[in-house]
């Protein structure tokens, strides 16, 4: 099927996106690389900011009720 590429497929890659950027744009599209990564990440996780304070909450509460009992 797909095998990892090796050193010098790595190399001509790299060579490749380097001519088709420049140097100037090499650090602003991994930095858009870098973001649409972690923005499909956070689509995959399905949770939203809210849902992951609510989670909190219940936790802090459920302990709260454990220390008391």
Request: glycine residues 8%; proline residues 4%.
């Amino acid at each position: 099927m797909f095998h990892t590429p090796t050193l010098p497929e790595l190399i001509v890659i790299l060579a490749i996106i380097f001519l088709l950027f420049g140097a100037s744009r090499l650090p602003e599209a991994g930095k858009a690389l870098g973001e649409g990564i972690r923005n499909f990440k956070k689509a995959l996780s399905g949770e939203t900011e809210e849902e992951k304070k609510a989670k909190e909450v219940k936790a802090q509460e459920l302990d709260k009720e454990e220390k008391k009992a």
